[in-house]
């Protein structure tokens, strides 16, 4: 399986480093509205929360402090990841259970039935087979629980990259950024929201709620088993 880091070309640290400098955009007070709106309602006490391609456990450390009671479970295929997020993430209560996992290739080693809030962030675009994926999330999925999808849409050339490349650079520096920018576009870009709607019905999720929530390039869909 191709990684993230081979893709963009960047170091395991600096993919770390770039999702905790993106983190607040990714998790704004828009997402958080939305979440309070479209998941909150569909939680039990005490939910069980997996956060698949966890990252620096950014988000696990902000449902910590959101839903009382969670318990929490983080998995990610890069080690430097996981360490950030056991290491230097503080929690407010006990920290999510973490382990190391490749969801391309391994069962996620939880029960069926047994999560009340799966997530996937910026992670589902890169996975060969997303079926596959969906098809492990409606294992594990309680018969109420949510799935709850964030990943990137498709928008033409142009307008990725005045989103991506940073006006306020030196224009030698545009000109790097640029060049990497251009390298992740077709990673980027693959799915329009139709796409990401067909994949979700296929792999057998229904889809309760979905938007836009951070420019047009980040779409949220919030799915239960269908
Ligand atoms: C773009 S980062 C997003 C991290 C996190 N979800 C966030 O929003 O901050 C993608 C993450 O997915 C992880 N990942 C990619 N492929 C994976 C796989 N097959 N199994 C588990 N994790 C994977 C990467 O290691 C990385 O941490």
């Known amino acids: 399986m191709t990684t993230h880091q081979e893709l963009g070309g960047i170091t395991d640290e600096e993919l770390v480093n770039r999702m905790i400098a993106s983190h607040d955009d990714r998790f704004d007070e828009a997402f958080w509205d939305y979440f309070s709106d479209q998941v909150v309602p569909h939680l039990p006490s005490h939910p069980s929360m997996v956060d698949l391609g966890c990252g620096p456990g950014l988000l696990l450390r902000d449902l910590r402090d ?3 009671g969670a318990r929490l479970w983080g998995f990610d295929v890069t080690q ?3 360490d950030y997020a056991t290491d230097k993430v503080v929690y407010d ?12 290739r391994d069962p996620v ?3 069926d039935g047994s999560v009340d809030m799966l997530s996937m962030v910026a992670v589902l675009h890169v996975l060969n087979d997303p079926l596959a994926a969906c098809e492990e999330v409606c294992r594990l999925l309680a018969d109420d629980g949510i799935f709850l999808l964030q990943d990137w849409v498709r928008t033409p050339l142009p307008v990725y990259l005045e989103r991506m490349v940073n006006a306020d650079l030196a ?8 060049r990497a920018m251009l390298r992740l576009f077709p990673v980027h870009n693959k ?3 139709d796409d990401w709607l067909w994949v979700l019905a296929e792999g057998g999720l229904k889809v309760l709620n979905h938007k836009h929530l951070r420019s047009p390039h980040f779409s949220t869909f919030v799915c239960q088993k269908a």
């Open 93 to 104: 209560g006990a920290a999510p259970q973490y382990e190391l996992l490749d969801v391309a």
């Open 191 to 193: 799915f329009t929201v």
């Open 66 to 68: 959101r839903i009382d």
């Open 80 to 82: 430097a990841m996981l």
């Open 109 to 111: 080693p939880l029960a």
């Open 171 to 178: 224009a030698e520096q545009q000109q790097t950024m640029r």
